[in-house]
Each structure stands twice: as structure tokens, then as C-alpha cells.
Nanobody, 114 residues
Framework: VQLQAFGGGLVQAGGSLRLSCAVS????????MGWYRQAPGKQRELVAS???????NYADSVKGRFTISKDNAKNTVYLQMNSLKIEDTAVYYC?????????WGQGTEVTVSS
């Protein structure tokens, strides 16, 4: 299983970005897709996840600003990030749990400037 994340970049505070994660298998078979992030000097943390049934979960710090969604036909998961804050600066990774195994994408960097 391969995951390729893209869409990161440099954005001003208050702006928006949409991250995409292309998955090499049908995401219908994936138990859960998630976005994590790791800021410099910090541990990787869960940002948002979506289950195979469509249930979503968000970190408190991004609730109301970020939205995770998936397009099963395109085997792609998205993370729409609005009202970005400087503290959202991090490398963002997509993650898939499939048949009890965990797979990671390569990460895409998001930098929010003042």
C-alpha cells in the first residue's frame, strides 16, 4: 500500500490549503484514513481521521477549521484547512489502517506565516 500526500505550501495566517492523499488501493477496504502532523521539536499528533463508514474525528485544536473527506472513486482523502494559524505549521502525513497494518505517506510541509 502506497500513500502519496501533496498540497502543502506556504500560506499566510488566515488562509486556506487543501491537502490530498492518493492511495494505491481501494479506500473502500481501508478501516481508517487519517492525517497527522509533526511540528519541529514535537511529537506527531493526529489531526483528523475518517472511518470506512464515514465517521470523522478531529483534534480539538482544528475543530471547526479543518475538514477531512474522502472520494472513494478516486481513492483519495482530503484535508481542507481553513483559518490557518501559525501553530498549524508542520509536516502533514496521511495514514491508513488496513487489515490491522498501518501505512504512512511521505509527508507534505505546511508553513503558515504571519
Amino acid at each position: 500500500v502506497q500513500l502519496q500526500a501533496f498540497g502543502g505550501g506556504l500560506v499566510q495566517a488566515g488562509g486556506s490549503l487543501r491537502l490530498s492523499c492518493a492511495v494505491s488501493v481501494s479506500i473502500d477496504t481501508v478501516s481508517r484514513m487519517g492525517w497527522y502532523r509533526q511540528a519541529p521539536g514535537k511529537q506527531r499528533e493526529l489531526v483528523a481521521s475518517v472511518s470506512s463508514g464515514g465517521s470523522t474525528n478531529y483534534a480539538d485544536s482544528v475543530k471547526g477549521r479543518f475538514t477531512i473527506s474522502k472520494d472513494n472513486a478516486k481513492n483519495t482523502v482530503y484535508l481542507q484547512m481553513n483559518s490557518l494559524k501559525i501553530e498549524d505549521t508542520a509536516v502533514y502525513y496521511c495514514n491508513a489502517i488496513l487489515r490491522g497494518s498501518t501505512f504512512w505517506g511521505q509527508g507534505t510541509e505546511v508553513t503558515v506565516s504571519s
